[in-house]
């Protein structure tokens, strides 16, 4: 069920400049269709590692939009790093995906 | 509005707060904001979607898109999108993109004319439709490249000339033609910016950001879409999908915003 | 925009001559001809939706294309049309209730027909807010019209201002022949009671339009 997240690590001077779409209906709960309300559905955790270690551990509420954006910036990277994003939802469903740091332009 | 937990809040609006305060300093705030939307929109995840209906065998024919003709030749997508409108020898018909895609969607895959075009255009916050999803994957074929709209055979001078004139066609209870909105710069409807189309710019800005993701809807929106949606607006009764009139004004509009660099997906409220 | 013929003759590529027939731009008249067959052909609906699309003679001759302008005899027979197109309210009282007039000008909505069907809805919204500035503070207004912000205090409430104010708003190329604002009375999208109570909303002191 978990489609794959769009990643893109580019390296400005040693800092890994990283952002990342995910695909995620981020249902509040409080939307109501014909058919009734449809029920909350939201990614609760993110958490970002380069090269195997956490740099991101991030908790979200159904606040956040659907489709989400995150955007954040990697101290101390080099080209060819592996840059990993993980979340789960409340419903249990995960995703991971990951991309080496390219060179930006 | 549920309080944010944990380090999320801190990183995320130091983020935030230090783009926007470098942003802010620089000019119109509702611009800069929509540029900040732009750029990463979520439309992106759809050119994925896009690309692998364009290479599925699909239909009752078994086939994918990939011998699909979009004017440079069978399967040659980088630089089609930005020369659409154009004439197609085997249609004898001037076509944008949605409808060279229902040409071989039907010709070459075998699917049903009048069900493609039921199905063309999504319900906002679904998953999207497959032209939706194909029309943003061809059009990303030639991001970075220049919006070259030419006119050679006699049918490409018609649709241009007949789309100027619908520009400035005025009918309806509104008295409305698309000049009336887009006529004159620094306009707007309530707080949404109107295109400057009798300008350069603006001409460009129509030419080089469709398909676009649709903020309030969650899905990626076509320039058929948008004529239909302006045409609601307008008074008139609904209208059909990849008609002459759609396509003529969209040869029009495109032509105009000649040498605008293809960037897609553009972002809409 | 000029109209100016540009002939340009394609060479077939395979054998390099000149073919018999070139590409030109369509003259005015063949343009408007395709371009009407066009419109009738782009739509599929009710005889009474499809009226719509009919121009009438005001609408033709304010659809000048590009920068070509009104003649003085053009604009002259658009002032003339749109001043035989005034219809006053039965009761002769051509400024209504202000409150009325304050939800009609906030209103965008009314008459947009989806699938065949229009907007269920009681009456049709004024639309000035969606161009024009109104009351003191109110942010989410347009300015592809002038202000209208203090449009009473500025004028007072003479009967020849109120009457003004009235043909404005019922048919408002009588004043500005092809203006780009609709007719609303003109073309039925407001009634002539309707009207009235846009008039009051401009006009009374007590309307927040003019605090």
Known sequence: MAEPMKIRATLQGDTADVRILMRHPMETGTRKTATGVVPVHFIQSVIVEHNGKTVLDAQWSQAISRDPFLGLRVKGAKLGDKISVTWTDNKGDKRNDEVAVSAGS | ?269 | MKTTLIIQCSLSAATGLLLAGCATYPDQATTRQMAEKMVFEAFDASPAHMKRLEQDRSQQICSKVGDAKLSQEEAAEVVKLARASIQYPTSGQLSGDWKAGDRLAHDGAGDRIRNGKTENRKENGALCQNCHALAPGEINVGNVGTPLTGYGKQRGNSEAIVKYTYEKIYNAWVYFPCSNMPRLGATGHLTPEQVTHMVAYLLDPQSPINK
């Open chain 2, 1 to 269: 509005m549920k309080k944010l937990r944990g380090i999320t809040m801190g990183l995320v609006s130091a983020l935030c707060l230090a783009m926007a305060t470098s942003a802010m300093a620089q000019g119109n705030d509702l611009s800069v904001g929509r540029k900040m939307l732009m750029e990463d929109n979520p439309g992106e995840l759809w050119i994925d979607q896009g690309k692998a209906l364009f290479l599925q065998k699909r239909g009752p024919k078994n086939a994918s898109l990939e011998q699909c003709d979009f004017g440079m030749g069978p399967g040659k997508l980088e630089g089609a999108a930005v020369r659409l409108p154009r004439y197609f020898a085997d249609t004898n018909r001037v076509e944008d993109l949605e409808s060279r895609l229902l040409t071989c969607m039907t010709q070459l895959q075998g699917f049903d004319r009048a069900q493609l075009i039921k199905q063309a255009i999504s319900a906002p916050a679904s998953r999207g439709s497959d032209i939706e999803a194909l029309a943003l994957y061809v059009t990303s074929r030639s991001n970075g490249m220049k919006v070259n709209v030419s006119l050679g055979h006699q049918k490409e001078y018609d649709m241009y000339k007949a789309g100027e004139y619908l520009f400035y066609r005025r009918s309806g209870q509104t008295d409305f033609g698309c000049v009336q909105c887009h006529g004159e710069p620094d306009k707007r409807i309530r707080l949404q910016d109107l295109v400057h189309m009798t300008s350069k710019a603006g001409a460009q800005e129509v030419a080089a950001t469709w398909p676009a993701y649709r903020g309030a809807h969650y899905v990626v929106r076509t320039m058929q879409w948008r004529l239909n949606d302006c045409v609601w607006q307008m008074r008139l009764p609904d209208l059909k999908y990849a008609t002459d009139y759609s396509i003529a004004l969209t040869t029009y509009l495109n032509r105009q915003g000649n040498d605008a660099v293809m960037q897609v997906p553009g972002f809409k409220r």
